[in-house]
């Protein structure tokens, strides 16, 4: 479906690359989520008391929780729903799919690629 392959790069490369995102990208996410803008990989570790042998901090079990729970949705704190994606929805039928206690479903099929980010294209989509 056209997602990386997990052998592209290892969970713990996944994870650092994540923390420099959300530290460059979502100011003020790392404190929410760990009480410092500029807490490491190895401080979440620290935090979550992932500890080795020697008191050394384990980084791929850091890594691993860290990826695990922003996949399911447990650090609430985000999202990666894009907002153009909904971009079509007004107040008005959100307020009625909500008062019909209706699911809202958006499907590939209602997003075309003029409700695309510039830098998207085809391939994109």
Known sequence: IGS???HAATPLQLAE???????SD?????AELFGSDQITLDGIGRLRNFKQQG???????T???????LRAGRLKIMSFEAAWAVSDITDTEQVSVEDSGESPELSVDDITAADAPEEAN????
């Open 55 to 61: 008191d050394t901090i384990d980084l791929e079990r």
């Open 26 to 30: 979502y100011p003020g996410l790392l």
């Open 122 to 125: 085809e391939e994109t989509l």
């Open 4 to 6: 990386i392959s997990t």
């Open 17 to 23: 690359a994540g923390v420099e995102l959300f530290r």
């Open 63 to 69: 890594a691993l929780w860290l990826l695990t729970d």
